[in-house]
């Protein structure tokens, strides 16, 4: 039973953060909090940056989370303490 | 006879007379028309400054907005041109909340001590006009974090005459716009920015392309 519970705690981990990961547009680059594109003025012909608000999940998100699914992985074949009988 | 022949005689001459007189005032007109200053504090918010270094895993693209300053252009003498441009360095960000506070922070570009970056003209070479737009390699003094190096750039300047109104939808505003575009790279050791550090994850090169415009309002 304990075991398991790591175990699929684990999998949940890695599925939420390569999840996000893929959902947000699988970006290969680092985690983006703003993000922008470029419109252009229409009488001088300037190209400029029209930032926004937007999450991005960056290749450190699914990778922290198979750090932590490991772990979790590795901590699940530890024996669990059983607290016996005082005597 | 003789009264019709001085008759056209006095007529030619006036026709020769005001067209030397139309002449001249053009003439003049080209020769002594002041420098317009053109104000690039963009109302708009247009104004920009992007910037990219190469990394490791992706190209680092960022932008400023922070743009102000004068240049004072003469559309018959564009090699005259002189000028100065700032940049409030609060303004530059990139889209990596934590590559934004390092980019500000004392290693970077310590915005807080130094919060400008300023070119500033001191000569224009190789000028060619073409219609509206002349291009030139500017020469002058840009100032990054407190270092002041001589560079020289290629800018290319196109004036918009009688362009301020339809920019700013008020056609009663008469005035006219400069668009002043330039590519140029620095180093960023050059100006003590991280030297040396971080070129694992950060390139030395910074790829700087500028798109700003100026009004200048008449009187």
């Known amino acids: 039973m304990f075991r398991r519970r790591f175990r699929a705690a684990a999998l949940s981990v890695l599925l939420v953060g390569v999840g996000t990961w893929f959902v947000t547009g699988a970006h290969r680059g680092w985690t983006q909090t703003s993000t922008f594109t470029l419109q252009r003025d229409e009488i001088t012909g300037i190209d400029y940056p029209v930032r926004r608000r937007t999450f991005v999940a960056g290749v450190e998100i699914p990778l922290a989370a198979a750090v932590l699914a490991t772990v979790l992985v590795i901590a699940s074949f530890f024996p669990r303490r059983r607290h016996g009988p005082r005597s | ?219």
Request: charged share 15%.
């Open chain 2, 1 to 219: 006879m003789n009264r019709s022949i001085h008759a056209r005689y006095h007529a030619l001459s006036l026709v020769i007379v005001l067209t030397l007189m139309a002449s001249l005032a053009v003439v003049s007109s080209a020769v002594f028309a002041a420098p317009l200053t053109f104000d690039f504090k963009d109302p708009k918010g247009v104004n920009n400054v992007q910037f990219k270094l190469d990394a490791a895993l992706e190209s680092i693209t960022g932008t400023g907005t922070g743009i102000s300053g004068q240049v004072s252009f003469d559309p018959s003498q564009p090699a005259a041109t002189t000028g100065r441009i700032e940049l409030a360095t609060k303004s530059l960000t990139v889209g990596n909340p934590m590559m934004a506070d390092h980019l500000q922070g004392a290693t970077w570009l310590d915005t807080a001590q130094h919060p400008t970056i300023t070119f500033e003209v001191i000569s224009l070479a190789n000028v060619r006009t073409q219609a509206n737009v002349t291009t030139a390699e500017v020469t002058g003094y840009l100032t990054v974090k407190g270092t002041k190096k001589q560079v020289k750039v290629p800018v290319s300047l196109t004036h918009l005459a009688d362009k301020l109104g339809a920019r700013v939808n008020k056609p009663q505003l008469k005035g006219d716009l400069l668009v002043l575009r330039t590519q140029f790279e620095i180093n960023r050791s050059d100006y003590g920015i991280n030297p040396g550090q971080g070129t694992d994850k950060a390139a030395e090169i910074i790829q700087l392309s500028l798109s700003i415009a100026g009004a200048a309002p008449q009187s």
